[in-house]
């Protein structure tokens, strides 16, 4: 998993990833392993209450 992070980082790490990323709409981030599931739990979170608050319903 350490490898992988690191693989992934300096490829994200790269200007012109990163702007192609940005072009198709995407904001990369090149989080270590904590800081991603972090980074998602509070991603969870948002969309759980924005969903509730807005009566979504699943088809």
């Known amino acids: 998993m350490e490898r992988l ?3 992934l980082g ?6 012109e ?5 940005r072009e198709q709409g995407l904001d990369p ?5 904590d800081q991603a599931r972090q980074r998602l739990g509070e991603d969870i979170d ?7 608050a807005v009566g979504i319903k699943p088809e």
């Not at 990833?17 to 990323?21: F, K, N």
């Open 5 to 7: 992070n690191a693989e």
């Open 10 to 15: 300096a490829v994200l790490g790269a200007a």
């Open 17 to 21: 990833v990163r702007s192609w990323l």
């Open 29 to 33: 981030l090149a989080d270590k392993p």
């Open 46 to 52: 948002r969309w759980q209450r924005i969903v509730k």
